[in-house]
Nanobody, 123 residues
Framework: QVQLVESGGGSVQAGGSLRLSCVAS????????MGWFRQAPGKEREGVAY????????YYARSVKGRFTISRDVAKNTLYLQMNSLKPEDTAMYYC????????????????WGQGTQVTVSS
């Protein structure tokens, strides 16, 4: 069965950096979708960054473009999210998600989810 396990969250001050990792087991696809989502208390889950076709295509939410970088190590079955210049509004639980189909974007369309890792940014 597919399992996604995130790590790398923590507490940082504004302007700091964190790198999130998501290790996938039981999941090896090349023409697929993977993404990072976040959800703050009282808010809907939002897509932050997506990666398609094992890294050939990426997409970022406007709020993080230029600060966050999504990448993938296919050999290690690991998805990353490098987060720089963090802001207090980036505070949320971050989740990785995967789906065997390409170009998936809506959270309800992703088949597999991790348990989440908390990111807290203080001002």
């Amino acid at each position: 069965q597919v399992q996604l396990v995130e790590s790398g969250g923590g507490s940082v001050q504004a302007g700091g950096s964190l790198r999130l990792s998501c290790v996938a087991s039981g999941y090896t696809y090349s023409s697929d979708s993977m993404g990072w989502f976040r959800q703050a208390p009282g808010k809907e889950r939002e897509g932050v960054a997506y990666i398609y076709y094992s890294g050939r295509n990426t997409y970022y939410a406007r709020s993080v473009k230029g600060r966050f970088t999504i990448s993938r190590d296919v050999a290690k079955n690991t998805l990353y999210l490098q987060m720089n210049s963090l802001k207090p509004e980036d505070t949320a639980m971050y989740y990785c998600a995967a789906d065997r189909r390409a170009w998936v974007r809506a959270p309800e369309d992703f088949a597999y989810w991790g348990q989440g890792t908390q990111v807290t940014v203080s001002s």
